[in-house]
């Protein structure tokens, strides 16, 4: 359970990963503009968006099995929930005293819809629960609850909101052109909470005293009780952080692609899944780093081959790096090999 | 040329990063011998279990049971070759019941197709599960053969586990603290049972704590300390060692010391 | 049988089988959530073997079951070298890059499917049902079973008692290819039909579900698990997603309130009549001798 920890622990390690990551970006971006131009710039470009979203939700996943060894399969349903909710409480027109800021008020509602349905998860999956023996299929408890919130979030939306996908508007129209390339609004204002809430979560992590805990019980949870770490208030915290984390992710989303839908939350769960292990499961730069490269690899081989091959491709890559290294880029072997 | 000891531990080194847990560990369990392996707190004895029993590999040195080297052996080939032992703490399978439990224990004994492959769980009278009865009622387990072995008292799932450890006829039984936690009357019980399956020709290997046991059960002892072997001899003459007293009454002076200064 | 019956035992049928395939890796400890891999591999290689190369039932079925036993050996080989939440997710993309293959190819229809020619009727659903319930109970009940079992519970000491952990891990994947084959080829041969569509996620999810709801200690667990998936949603007679929140519902519930599932072992103690019998027996004892 080292990996989260071993990743924080160390703040030079942690400060060149950033640096390097945003190098191995710029020198990406460089080499494909150089060959392939301004229509290469620009895929990459909303690589990147669509990368900022998918590593907010695999810093999510990442964050529930670093402390938990948990596979949260409500991420993918809380990220929809914020979406949903917002269109909901703006179509309803709940929010029309609120006038041109409906949109924003819509979103933070729903992130703290979001955040309190996390909550409820926690609730059933571990607060009610011990385990007993240890053995194989015991660790399986959470995921399997968190199976079952997936169902009733999913299809209670469904019964609230139908089916359908709706659009959600959100004023921003105008277009910043840069050397060449235009970026949406929308866009630039995802990116931006994107990389705020990044800092927060590293800077949380690192510095405060809950960071300091949540860290310790990644580490060793025996470790973390003996040093007076209350476990069980812990938890809760880290259901916040997952909650809030989906949700933003799923504001994003919504600010970018002016889409939603009861099922917009399984694409992007599924491909921030195959973020989180290409990073390495509990590393938080590894959700990052592993989010924007399957934005990148997804945006540019839509570009390239076509639709379709993204699934085979994505999990083909996906499964050779769980067998051959199954640490990662950035995280360390021992994480979650244990039993779950 | 003298017989060959049922177990010899010949410069054994095991290291775990820089500390060494192991440090050129030799001694031989003579045939039918009943042996103690005693020591203070964190001085190896159960990692020395591990290391013949091949939980870990061993760094360097040999172990070789009757005269074949099973050092190389993966772990689950030594119970074939008549190495049994039981845990520390209790390693019974929660889930399997009493019998079951005492069952797996025939495993290796099971080595064709057709054994693997006979509806054991079905057969109640069946050759495997009377022997398997009849092992629970010589060492006086007086349970129900099919119920949860979690429900039971600590003393009898102690017991079970030496009776699944006995079930694959084992040359060599190693118990790690077979009588920790039981009470007086159930140790008597233990020793007694353990005599008499010595008498069969077993050899015993023991780690324990309660010195009154391995005063009555076993003739020799060898005591580790900090990863090395500081004893190996009769048990009569254990407490008189010099080593060994210094070993164990170094933190028995401590604990005076401590009770002293409390009781000022 | 009215046409509705007939269609909820056809599926039942299906899932039971599939389950089971899924319950033999669980009962020695692995968690496949990509049951649905094996079995879309299945039903396209009966897909296949029915209406490319027209080959009979009695031909395309075992076809089918050896082809998805040979994956399921092969694959085990790369699975078996992860654990916990990694083999959760290695099984998981397994699935996915098999459904993945199957919308792209052209040989097997593409996202169009494939239209199956022969068709397997309600009675054959039935027989294999039972037949693959009978084997499974039998296996749980031999030593290969008892070693299962021991694995799940304590790897480590199972290796010590001499149990080949890795040739049980590898044997019971074969044998859930098998089994997840033949649901599959069955499924292709019943509903005449098969599409890349039908074999995702949800379908690994919820066939894991009835495992590990039903219980993974003995071979009740998927029996009833099942049956309680099956059934519950036609017996409560709530209609589109109410089904499916009441699925939920149940799921976390029983997890909060009976987290080994359905079926123990101690239940199975307890209800059989010989052991009933015997127990009566023993503590009658104990309170004499005492």
């Given at each position: 359970m080292s990996g989260t920890a071993a990743t924080l622990k160390k703040p030079q390690a942690a400060l060149s990963r950033p640096v390097l990551i945003g190098a191995a970006i710029v020198a990406a971006l460089a080499v494909a503009v150089a060959i392939g131009g301004k229509v290469i710039a620009q895929q990459i470009v909303s690589g990147l968006m669509l990368g900022a979203i998918y590593m907010t939700v695999a810093m999510a996943f990442t964050l529930t099995i670093g402390v938990l060894n948990f596979l949260n399969f409500t991420i993918p349903t809380l990220f929809m929930l914020t979406g949903m909710v917002a269109w909901g409480l703006v179509h309803r027109g709940f929010l029309s005293f609120a006038g041109g800021w409906a949109w924003l008020l819509a979103l933070v509602i729903g992130v703290a819809v979001t955040v309190?349905?996390?909550?409820?998860?926690?609730?059933?999956?571990?607060?009610?629960?011990?385990?007993?023996?240890?053995?194989?299929?015991?660790?399986?408890?959470p995921l399997v609850s968190s199976l079952g919130f997936l169902l009733i979030f999913e299809h209670l939306v469904l019964i609230a909101m139908g089916s359908e996908a709706q659009r959600f508007q959100i004023p921003f129209k105008a277009d910043i052109h840069f050397?060449?390339?235009?970026?949406?609004?929308?866009?630039?204002?995802s990116l931006a909470l994107a990389v705020a809430i990044v800092a927060v979560l590293t800077y949380v992590l690192k510095h405060t005293r809950m960071g300091r805990a949540l860290r310790t019980i990644a580490e060793s949870p025996d470790t973390a009780s003996l040093l007076g770490v209350d476990v069980t208030r812990i938890v809760p915290v880290v259901f916040v952080l997952t909650g809030l984390l989906a949700g933003v992710a799923g504001a994003l989303f919504t600010i970018n692609y002016g889409d939603v839908s009861p099922f917009m939350g399984d694409h992007v769960g599924t491909k921030a899944i195959a973020a989180m292990v290409l990073g390495g499961l509990g590393s938080i730069w590894g959700a990052i780093a592993g989010g924007l490269l399957v934005g990148l690899t997804e945006t540019l081989s839509i570009h390239y081959f076509g639709g379709d091959s993204v699934q085979m491709v994505v999990w083909g890559l996906l499964l050779a790096v769980i067998i051959l290294r199954p640490q990662g880029l950035f995280g360390t072997a021992s994480i979650g090999k244990g039993k779950m | 040329m003298p017989a060959e000891p049922m177990l010899r531990v010949s410069h054994v080194v095991k290291r775990f990063g820089g500390l060494t847990v192991a440090d050129d560990v030799s001694f031989d369990v003579p045939r039918g011998a009943k042996m103690a392996l005693i020591g203070p707190n964190g001085a190896g004895k159960t990692t020395m279990f591990n290391l013949i029993s091949g939980v870990y590999p061993i760094d360097g040195g040999e172990i070789s049971l009757d005269g074949q080297v099973i050092d190389a052996l993966p772990a689950r080939k030594r119970i074939g070759v008549?190495?049994?032992?039981?845990?520390?703490?209790?390693?019974?399978?929660?889930?399997?019941?009493?019998?079951?439990?005492?069952?797996?224990?025939?495993?290796?004994?099971?080595?064709?197709?057709?054994s693997l492959l006979a509806p054991v769980g079905w057969q109640r009278g069946g050759r495997w599960r009377r022997m398997a009865e009849e092992r629970l009622r010589q060492a006086g387990i007086d349970v129900d053969p099919d119920s949860a072995v979690s429900g039971l008292p600590y003393g009898v799932r102690k017991k079970i586990e030496v009776v699944r450890a006995l079930m694959s006829g084992p040359r060599l039984l190693?118990?790690?603290?077979?009588?920790?936690?039981?009470?007086?009357?159930?140790?008597?019980?233990?020793?007694a049972f353990l005599k008499g399956i010595a008498e069969d020709g077993l050899t015993l290997l023991v780690v324990e704590h309660d010195m009154s046991f391995v005063h009555d059960l076993c003739e020799q002892t060898v005591v580790l300390n900090f990863g090395r072997l500081i004893y190996d001899g009769p048990t009569k003459g254990v407490q008189d060692d010099e080593a060994v007293r210094e070993a164990y009454l170094g933190t028995r002076r401590v604990a005076t010391a401590e009770g002293a200064g409390r009781a000022a | 049988m009215s046409g509705y019956m007939a269609g909820i035992v056809a599926i039942l049928c299906i899932n039971l089988i599939f389950a089971y395939a899924i319950f033999v890796t669980a009962a020695a400890g692995q968690l496949n959530l990509g049951g649905a891999g094996f079995q879309a591999i299945g039903a396209y290689a009966a897909a296949y073997a029915s209406s490319v190369l027209m080959q009979p039932v009695w031909i395309t079925i075992p076809a089918a079951m050896a082809i998805t036993a040979l994956v399921g050996f092969l694959i085990s080989f790369p699975v078996l070298r992860t654990r916990g939440v990694y083999m959760v997710l290695a099984t998981f993309a397994f699935a996915e890059v098999v459904a993945g293959f199957l919308l792209r190819s052209?040989?097997?229809?593409?996202?169009?499917?494939?239209?199956?020619?022969d068709h397997v009727g309600v009675p054959v659903l039935i027989a294999c049902a039972v037949g693959v319930t009978l084997l499974v109970f039998y296996l749980m009940a031999t030593r290969v079973g008892l070693a299962m079992r021991a694995i799940h519970d304590d790897e480590p000491v199972s290796t010590i008692m001499g149990v080949n952990v890795r040739a049980v891990q590898v044997a019971t994947f074969t044998?859930?290819?098998?089994?997840?084959?033949?649901?599959?080829?069955?499924?292709a041969h019943h509903f005449s039909f098969v599409e890349a569509q039908y074999f995702n996620a949800l379908l690994s999810i919820y066939v894991l579900l009835f495992v590990l709801i039903g219980g993974t200690q003995t071979a009740w667990g998927p029996l009833v698990g099942s049956l309680f998936f099956t059934l519950i949603p036609e017996l409560l007679r709530v209609g589109g997603s109410w089904r499916y929140v009441v699925f939920g519902v149940a799921i976390v519930l029983m997890m909060a309130i009976r987290p080994e599932g359905i079926v123990t072992r101690q239940l199975v103690a307890r209800l059989s009549p010989r052991n009933w019998l015997t127990r009566r027996k023993t503590v009658l004892g104990e309170r004499h001798a005492g």
């Open positions: 309190v349905a996390s909550l409820i998860v926690e609730r059933f999956t571990f607060r009610y629960l011990k385990t007993k023996h240890g053995d194989a299929t015991e660790h399986a408890i050397f060449g390339l235009v970026l949406g609004g929308a866009q630039l204002l | 008549g190495l049994s032992r039981s845990f520390q703490n209790i390693r019974l399978m929660p889930h399997l019941t009493v019998i079951e439990n005492v069952m797996l224990g025939q495993h290796v004994q099971a080595t064709s197709l057709a190693m118990l790690d603290e077979p009588a920790a936690g039981l009470n007086p009357r159930e140790t008597a019980e233990l020793s | 052209t040989t097997f229809g593409g996202a169009i499917g494939m239209v199956v020619p044998l859930a290819g098998a089994l997840a084959g033949l649901s599959g080829a069955l499924y």
